[in-house]
C-alpha cells in the first residue's frame, strides 16, 4: 500500500538525503517512532514446522557470526537508553535455544528506565524453564499453538511435542506470565477447522489468543495468497459460534485487533498482516542474532551493527547508524504491490 492509502503523509525526495530533524529517538520520515525492538537470539528452532523450514533444517549462522552476550547487551542498553525504546521482544529461531538466556533477560530488565521484557517462544521447554524466566525479569510470554491434535501437530512440526507445549503453557500461567498469550497461524486445508475449538481451549485454561494471518515468510518462498485463511474468514468462523465485539479504546501500535468475546472479559485478537495493514501505527525496530538492524519485518536490506561494535564505535556512533535505519523506513511492507518481493532471509533468521 502507499502512504497515501495507509494514510501517512507523502514524503518528497530522496529519503537518505530528506532532512531527519534532530531527535534522539527512532523517527521516521513518515512521522512513526520505533519504542518496541525485536531481538532475534538465534536462528536455531528444535521445531521443523512445514511452513517455517524443510525437514533438514536450515543453513544455521555460523557461530562467530552471531552475538555474543556483551555485544547483545551493549546493543540492548543503546536502544534503550539513548534510541528511547520501551519494549524489548526476545524471538528466534526459538529464544529458549540461546545458552544463558537468563542472563541476558535479568541483564535487560536491570536497565534504567526498565524496558518491558516478553519473548516468543514454541514452548517445548518452557514448563522447566518458567520460574526461572520470571526471576529473571521476564514479564510476559507469547506460545505458538496452531493445533490442539496431536497427530496433526507431528503433521505440522515435524516433531511429537504437543504435550510439551501445554505444559509450557501451564507452567507459564502458573509462574505469573500474564496475559499468557498463544500465536495461532491457520492454513488453508491444514488447521482451518480449529479457530472455534482453539478459542475454546484458551478460554477454558485462562490463555489470550490471537490468530495471524499467514506471511510471505517461508524460506522455499511458496507462501500463497489463495492458501492464506484471512482475517474476515478467521472472524465468521469464531462468530458462528461467540459474540465478538471491538475493545473500546485505541489500539496504538498494537498488530492485533482485539474483540471482547460474549461481552467480556475475555479478548481474542486477530493480527491482519496482509488483509488490514497496520503499517502506518508501525512501532517496530528489528535485531537480528548476528547483529543486523532492520526497520521493516519485509525489509531488503538492512544495517550492520555488529562490525561497528567489533570495529570500536562508540554507542553514540551505534546509535546514529541505528538513527538512520530507522529513517528511512517504508511507508508499508509491500505484500500487495505488483512489484513485492519476499525478503532473502526467512522468518526463522530475522526474528518474529
Known sequence: MTAVELGLPVV???????????????????????????VSLTDRCNLRCTYCM???????????????????????????????????????GEPLLRPGLDDVIAATAALTPRPRVSMTTNGLTLAKRAAGLVAAGLDRVNVSLDTLDPKRFLRLTRRDRLADVFAGLEAAREAGLSPVKVNTV????VNEDEAVPLLRHCLEHGYQLRFIEQMPLDPQHGWDRADMVTAEEILAALRAEFSLTPEPGDRGGAPAERWLVDGGPAVVGVIASVTRPFCAACDRTR???????????????????????????????????????????????????????????????IGG
Open 12 to 38: 518528497r525526495g530522496n529519503p537518505d538525503t530528506t532532512e531527519r530533524p534532530d531527535s534522539p529517538l527512532l523517527v521516521d520520515r513518515f512521522g512513526r517512532t520505533a519504542t518496541d525492538l525485536r
Open 54 to 92: 524443510p525437514a533438514e533444517g536450515l543453513d544455521w549462522l555460523p557461530k562467530p557470526d552471531l552475538l555474543d552476550d556483551a555485544e547483545l547487551g551493549r546493543l540492548i542498553r543503546i536502544a534503550v537508553t539513548r534510541l528511547g525504546v520501551t519494549d524489548v521482544r526476545f524471538t528466534g
Open 287 to 349: 535485531l537480528t542474532a548476528d547483529g543486523q538492524v532492520r526497520n521493516c519485518l519485509f525489509s531488503q536490506s538492512e544495517t550492520d551493527l555488529r562490525a561497528l561494535l567489533r570495529g570500536g564505535a562508540s554507542d553514540e556512533e551505534i546509535a546514529d547508524r541505528w538513527r538512520g535505519n530507522a529513517w528511512v523506513k517504508a511507508a508499508g511492507h509491500g505484500i500487495n504491490s505488483a512489484g513485492f518481493s519476499q525478503p532473502d532471509r526467512p522468518m526463522s533468521a
Open 186 to 189: 491457520l492454513m488453508r486445508g
